[in-house]
């Protein structure tokens, strides 16, 4: 029996794509910091869909967690790991509160690398999929989120550099990149709770549910692409090979 391995599945997308993967016949461990309402997704879950669903409290905004959370899931055979857990901040750089810079560096990088070289290193021999979450933030800059757009760069280039490493090498592990646009969830509400000059939503224009991002990333998750993006000029989804340059050594 394999499992999904969904980070952040506690609300907003990574929730959507537990209850699409499941709809899917895929055996769920959905993992995020709210484990009553991890509970709750489960129970809704495995009354609808002939599928387990494990649940592991984590709060990977604490590198060393995602090191226990790895440990946590060696028992288990995945088939894909999808590294959705994250955030945003909005404001000037002047404006930015370190502490939760540093904390927003440490998961949206820091803990992602972690779990995405853990699973590689057990995976890459193996008909498995890692799929780590970035944004159409990661492929433009953006002011009032310098950090955060960076992070997103970072998740993009590691993931579409992974993706060449595994094709240069022959091996079946799939690696690739999921990138939202803007996305009804309480994203930009807890982007701007320490934001000097608060964005106000409409600024992005039209927004995708969270269930219509489910979808896209199952898009992803069966086509044969790297990338999986939102195109902010129409908000049409497409899956298409990497974006960034490739320098073969």
Same mark, same amino acid.
């Given at each position: 029996?394999?499992?999904?391995?969904?980070?952040?599945?506690?609300?907003?997308?990574?929730?959507?794509?537990?209850? @699409?993967?499941?709809?899917?016949?895929?055996?769920?461990?959905?993992?995020?910091?709210?484990?009553?309402?991890? %509970?709750?997704? @489960?129970?809704?879950?495995?009354? @609808?869909?002939?599928?387990?669903?494990?649940?592991?409290?984590?709060?990977?905004?604490?590198?060393?967690?995602?090191?226990?959370?790895?440990?946590?899931?060696?028992?288990?055979?995945?088939?894909?790991?999808?590294?959705?857990?994250?955030?945003?901040?909005?404001?000037?750089?002047?404006?930015?509160?370190?502490?939760?810079?540093? %904390?927003?560096?440490?998961?949206?990088?820091?803990?992602?690398?972690?779990?995405?070289?853990?699973?590689?290193?057990?995976?890459?021999?193996?008909?498995?999929?890692?799929?780590?979450?970035?944004?159409?933030?990661?492929?433009?800059?953006?002011?009032? /989120?310098?950090?955060?757009?960076?992070?997103?760069?970072?998740?993009? /280039?590691?993931?579409?550099?992974?993706?060449?490493?595994?094709?240069?090498?022959?091996?079946?592990?799939?690696? @690739?990149?999921?990138?939202?646009?803007?996305?009804?969830?309480?994203?930009?509400?807890?982007?701007?709770?320490? /934001?000097?000059?608060?964005?106000?939503?409409?600024?992005?224009?039209?927004?995708?549910?969270?269930?219509?991002?489910? !979808?896209?990333?199952?898009?992803?998750?069966?086509?044969?692409?790297?990338?999986?993006?939102?195109?902010? /000029? !129409?908000?049409?989804?497409?899956?298409?090979?990497?974006?960034?340059?490739?320098?073969?050594?």
């Amino acid at each position: 029996m394999s499992y999904t391995l969904i980070t952040g599945a506690s609300s907003g997308i990574g929730k959507a794509m537990a209850y @699409k993967f499941a709809a899917e016949e895929h055996n769920l461990i959905i993992t995020a910091r709210r484990l009553e309402a991890l %509970k709750e997704i @489960k129970k809704d879950i495995e009354a @609808k869909d002939e599928v387990k669903v494990e649940v592991i409290d984590c709060d990977l905004s604490v590198e060393e967690n995602a090191y226990k959370l790895y440990e946590k899931v060696k028992g288990f055979e995945l088939n894909a790991l999808i590294n959705n857990a994250g955030y945003g901040n909005f404001n000037f750089l002047w404006d930015v509160d370190l502490p939760h810079m540093t %904390k927003m560096i440490d998961l949206n990088v820091k803990s992602l690398s972690i779990l995405s070289t853990l699973f590689t290193k057990d995976y890459k021999d193996k008909e498995a999929q890692l799929i780590n979450v970035s944004s159409i933030g990661g492929y433009y800059s953006m002011a009032t /989120a310098a950090t955060y757009v960076a992070t997103k760069f970072y998740v993009a /280039a590691y993931t579409e550099s992974l993706a060449q490493e595994l094709k240069a090498n022959n091996l079946p592990m799939k690696a @690739k990149v999921l990138a939202p646009g803007p996305v009804e969830t309480e994203f930009v509400d807890v982007a701007n709770q320490t /934001a000097a000059n608060k964005i106000d939503p409409s600024t992005f224009g039209t927004f995708h549910t969270a269930e219509q991002m489910a !979808d896209f990333t199952y898009q992803l998750y069966k086509s044969d692409d790297v990338v999986g993006i939102v195109n902010f /000029a !129409d908000m049409t989804f497409t899956t298409r090979g990497a974006i960034h340059p490739a320098f073969n050594l």
